[in-house]
C-alpha cells in the first residue's frame, strides 16, 4: 500500500470493464480492485427488494445472472445519447433491462418489490466511478484527480455526461483522453519508442471502435487523423452468435427466447464465452442447459462459422482503417507501429486482415489489451501531477479537428473560423455586422466543412443573438468558437459595444459518425474547386446589392428623396436576393444595373451614409 497526496490517477471507463491506474516512481501500477482483480465489469446490479442496495462489478455481474432485470451493464452505449439514437442504433432487444423513452432522454426502469425506479445512464456511470474511486481509495487513501479515458469519438454531449458522472462521483477530471491516445502513450512508454515515426492504434472493444494515427516527434505525440464508429464492437458480434443460436432452438423445438430477459442474458454471456474461446481454439461448444424444458442442448460451434458470421463487421473495421490512413495523407509503408488495443482486437481474423491491409507487418500486440487503456491515462494523469512521485518524462499530445469549422454569413458564404487540421484546445474568434438597418437579430448557422458555400457542408447547430438596432453594418458582433483540451466545442457571439451575448454548447463530434459524411465532404470539397469559385464570384456580387440597398433604405428613411418608388424597388430586390443563386447570375447583375441607374444620381446628391463606392 502507498498513499500519495495530490496523487493523480488514470481511469478506463470501459463500455464492459473499467481499470485504474497511476503512474509513480517510474512504473505504471494498475490498482486492484476490492475483489483483489485489476479489471471491474462496468456492471450495476439492484436488489429487488431493497431498491437502494446495489452491487457493482464482479458480484453484480453474477447476481445479475439470476436477476437480469436488475443487472445493468453497457451503459457507455447509452451515455450522452437521446432515446432515439440509442433505439435507432442498439437493437434494445439484446438487452437484459429495461430501457424507456423520457422525453427523448433514455432512463433505466428497474423493477423493484413494489415499485419501479428509474436511473439515467450518467446515473449508472456515477456508480461504477464510486466503486472505483472507493476501491482506489483503500490502497492510497483519499484522492479526487483523474484523467478519464472515452472514445475518439464521442461528441460534446457523451463527453458532458461522463463529466458529470465523475463530478458527481466525487472526481475532479483533469482531462478526457482519447482512448486511442492512451493506448498510444501506453506503448511509447513500454517500448521506448523516441524515434519519429507515424504509428497507427486500432482499437476495438466491447461497443466502440477507433482508430487513430498519430505521430511520435521528440516531445510530442500528435494525432493526424481519427476515425471510428462508437456504436461498433464485441458486443455486435456476441449479438450474431446469439441470433444463431436462437434460430437453431427455433429449428429445434419452436421456441425463441428473445422474449424472454432471463434467457438472453445467459444466452448472451454462453455467446461471449464462446467467441472469446475461438480467439484460442478452432472449436467449441455452446451448452444451452435448461434453456428449453427437460432439453440439454450443445451446440457445436466453429471458428470458421464464427469468421463467416462476423466477415462484414471484421471487414467494416478494416475499411474505417483504410479511410483514416487515405484521409491522413500518408503512405501506409510510412506507418511503422500498428497496435492493437481493445478487447475485440484479439480475434486472430481481424489480426490477419489487418496485417494483410498492411502489406504483411507484424502488429504490435505487446500492450495488455484490459490495462493498455488505463496504463496510457495513468501516464497522461501523472503529467498533470505535481506529486515528486509522480515526476515523468511530459509527452505534450496534440488532437486536431479534421474538418473546418465556420459560420454562413451574408448570404450563404461559408465564414471559416477554425481550418481542419488545427490542433486543440482552440479558440478563435471573427467579426460579422449587421446587414439591415434596425436588424433586430442576427442568426448564425455553424458549418463543418470545406465547401466555401456553407449550404454544401454539415450543419452542427444554429441559435439567434439579438443586436442592439443600428445603421447597416454598424453593429458589430464577435463570434468565438472555443474547443477545450476535452473536445468540447461552444460558441459565444458577442456584441462589441453592446450588451447583447449568447453562449451556445454544439453538439460536436470530432469527425463524422456516419461512413458515407466524411468520405463525402472529403471528396466534395476537392473535387468542387471550380464550383466553389465561381460560387464565390457570383456572390460577391450579390452581397454588394444586398449593402447597396440596405444602405439606400437606410438613407431614405433618414433624408428626403424625390422618387418614393425607390425604396420599394430596394426592399424588394433584398426580399428577391434570398432566393438567388449561381445560376441566377444574370439576375443579379440586371438588377443591379437597374437599381444603381436610379439610385446612384440621389446617393451622390444626398451624400447617402455607409454606401459601397458608388
Ligand atoms: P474492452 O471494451 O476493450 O474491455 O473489450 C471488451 C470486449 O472484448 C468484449 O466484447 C469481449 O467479449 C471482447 N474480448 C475479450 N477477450 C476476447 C477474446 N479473447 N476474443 C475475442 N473477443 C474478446
Redesign the pocket.
Known sequence: MFIMEDCVIGIDL????SCAACYKNGAIEIFENAEEETITPSFVFFFKNQSTDIIVGKYGAEMGRSLPENGIYEIKRFIGKTYQEINLQNNLQYFSFKVEDDGNDPIIVIQGENHVFKKTPQEIATIILQKIKKDVEAKIGNFNKAVITVPAYFNTSQREATLSAAKEAGFTVLKLLSEPNAAALSYIFKNNVDDECYSLIYDL???TFDVSILKRTLNNIDVICVDGDTNL???DL?NLIVDYVCEQLENEYEYNPKSDRRTMRRMQKLC?KA??AL??TTATEIILEGFVTGHHEVIDFTRKQFEEMGEKLFKRTIEIVRRCVDKSGIAKDKIKHVVLA???S??PKIQELLSAYFDGKTLNKSTN??ECIAEGAALQAAMFSCNPEQRVNKIKITDVIPLSLGIACNWGEMSFIIKKNTPIPISKSKNFVNVFNDQATITFKLFEGERLEAAKNRLLDEFILDITPAPPRQCQVILTLNIDQNGILTTEAKEKYGENVKKVKINYVRGIQSDEEIEKILLDSTNHEAEDQRFVIVHKKKVYLGHYCSSVMYNFEKLPTTDDKIYDLCKNTLDRLEGLEVENEDIIEDLTKLIKEKCDPIAKKYEYKYMDDL
Open positions: 470501459g463500455t464492459t470493464n472493444g466491447g461497443g464492437g464485441g458486443k456476441d461471449e467467441k472469446e480467439s484460442v481493445g478487447g475485440s484479439r480475434i489489451f484490459d
